[in-house]
């Protein structure tokens, strides 16, 4: 549409007339459609009638909106769709050289710490404008995260195949020997986490021949060293601190640097050109055990089934938590009534659950609760009162009796892991 | 019962390597607390010989540290006397290599020094021994092959088996360490062995100073209108755009939360 102010004198007219018969419909087709509040006067100024402004609230209240977000709403059909992505693309069509980055993926989608290990691989290739590096990150088997480009990627290798499924860390160091080989990045970075990265990281630099640097958190430019940079690195159990210059290969805490947020990337994916070297491996993967979950600490649960007041029959929710292979957690409620252990409590005054999955039963949601559940990712609730804060937070609310939810999600595990169990005996 | 006295040439042979350690606030020599971890894994498993073997300075600081170890019930330390700032990684493979153990037990990483955990890599690089990590417990070591049990993150396990020879190494996640005894401590001795040590060239161009605190990361906020600013400073943690079933019977509410179960994978 042209962006050129057509002006029409017969419909400016009407709408300075207040007693013309059209005057509200000039008024509101001058105004952009749906607001009649604003409108372009003779002389090209911006007229507005304060009658006109704002809406009506859910009290019968006038409210005015000053952001302009309420009439950019109104006016949206005409004018633009949606705001805007203001993220600058960056594509690096002949990089200089390659900033290899080995994300830990859990639960197959990038967390923090890889987003963060992907921002400090950015101030790496990106010191010297004219002539940048590329950031490479390596994934292993398969995965659910769709931002690369986001987290500040410019290629992507993705390495599919069974053999990196389980614990295969000898696997995993042959194909990342192999992409040494074949496109030699002058930087390795991995994080160093337990989920992984830190074992990975040594076995590489051990088997390139390096001498990494651990536990770095923060670099620095410093012309004097081998590659232009140098770092800290926490040393002797993280009661030191270590300057030296940054070795090819780094394994770097969280927080290392900003994750990328001002960019987006290209993700081009590349594959190698020579197949993944076969591996006799010397370690086998058993699978995972079945550990009690009342014997994992709250603090660390996976998934916690917590109860609050809501929780009329005490066994049944025992006997959920047990099929469910949920750790037990409570509200102070709960504690307080002596239906739960005190080291159960979840929340400001008990323990601050980081669980991945949390299941609230009979919850409302005091703040000292919902404060304790800040470091979980999906909480689902399960509640009469469906204005209660809980629902506000949870991702899935259910409103309903939870005797009853709870019962029928029972049966419904039971069933599937009977189900499963004849799968396995049939095959 | 003392571990290493009655030699059997049946059992296999099970190394702990011990280092001094670093008490956190006293900053005083103290018996490493991974490195206990490991050798109170070895005392925990039947049927094997274990043997404890150091390398380092031999001074009476980490020697009264050493003691330590011998307090849970050992007769002797293997100590291989290095320089104080030698790479011991060259020494220690090559006395693993005469020694020829089965299983080779060490904490993750030293509370001294560099602290960086590469050791029990490098030592399996150059023996060509497979290395596990973050040992829980060690099931059963039998016909040249080990089953154990590696600790995850979130209190998860995995089990595992690992061809023998082999490198393990124990984490925090491992059981606690027993109790040091002091008469066991005074009565063991320090077997020493010497071994040409190389200097670490390294460590000597690197800056190490006491830790300082890192900065915490401020909560940068990108918001055009002072509204967007506002509603940043005042915003309660919420999730946003929840799923809210209403009026559901039960067994569509349990279908829901059933169905989010098995998405993210948390019913086994």
Known sequence: ????????????????????????????????GASPSEWLGPNGLMRR???????????????????????????????????????????????????????????????????????????????????????????????KETHFDEAGADRLLHL??????????????????????????????LPDSTLGGAELGRRLAVRLGERPATQVWQIEADAASEHGWRCMARGAAGSSDISRTLPRVALAL?????????????????????????????????????????????????????????????DAYHHAAQ??????????VAVDDGFMARDRQVGAT????????????????????????QGCDKVVAINLDGGCDMIKRADLAVIGDAGAILAALVAQVERYREQQRENRDAA | MPHNAPQSATRPNVAVLVSVGHHPLTARARRADQDARAVEMALSLNDIQASLIHAGCHDADSDAALCGYLGMGFEAIELIEQSSGADVAPALAEALRDAAPQLVLSGARAETGEGSGLLPYLLAESLGWPIVTGLAAVESIEHGVATVLQALPRGQRRRLRVRLPAIATVESSAPAARQSAFGPARRGELTCQERPG?????????????????????????????????????????????????????EQGAEAIFKLLREEGVLR
């Open chain 1, 1 to 32: 549409m042209s962006e050129l102010v057509r002006r029409d004198p017969r419909k400016e007219w009407i709408a300075r007339n207040r007693l013309h018969p059209q005057h509200l419909e000039v008024l509101a087709e001058l105004g952009g």
């Open chain 1, 49 to 143: 009638d304060p009658h006109a402004v704002g809406f009506i609230g859910p009290n019968g209240i006038k409210r005015i909106d000053r952001s302009g977000a309420q009439q950019a709403a109104a006016q949206s059909s005409s004018r633009q769709a949606q705001p805007e992505d203001t993220r600058r693309r960056v594509e690096i069509e002949a990089p200089a050289f390659l900033v290899a980055v080995v994300p830990d993926m859990p639960s197959g989608r990038l967390s923090s710490h890889d987003r963060d290990l992907l921002g400090l691989a950015r101030q790496l290739a990106d010191a010297e404008p004219e002539r940048p590096g590329a950031v490479l990150a390596v994934i292993f088997g398969e995965h």
């Open chain 1, 160 to 189: 599919a195949g069974e053999g990196f499924a389980g614990y295969m860390p000898e696997a995993r160091i042959a194909a990342l020997q192999s992409v040494e080989r074949e496109l030699t990045p002058r930087h390795w970075l």
């Open chain 1, 254 to 314: 969280a927080e290392c640097a900003e994750p990328v947020s001002e960019t987006r990337h290209a993700a081009q994916p590349v594959t190698l050109a020579q197949g993944l070297p076969e591996v006799l491996g010397r370690i086998e993967d058993l699978g995972a055990v079945a550990v009690d979950p009342a014997g994992v600490a709250l603090a660390e649960a996976e998934f916690i089934l917590s109860a609050g007041n809501g929780v009329k029959d005490w």
């Open chain 1, 323 to 332: 099929v469910l292979g949920a750790t037990e957690g409570a509200s102070r």
């Open chain 1, 350 to 373: 008990g323990t601050w659950v980081t669980a991945r999955v949390y299941v609230a039963v009979g919850i409302s949601g005091a703040i000292q609760h919902l404060q304790g559940i």
């Open chain 2, 198 to 250: 190389i200097d670490d060239e390294a460590l000597a161009e690197w800056r190490v100073q006491p830790a300082r605190k890192r900065p915490k990361r401020l909560k940068i906020v990108k918001a055009t209108s002072a509204r967007d600013r506002f509603k940043a400073a005042a915003a309660k943690a919420e999730g946003g755009g929840g799923q809210v079933l209403n009026d559901a019977t039960p």
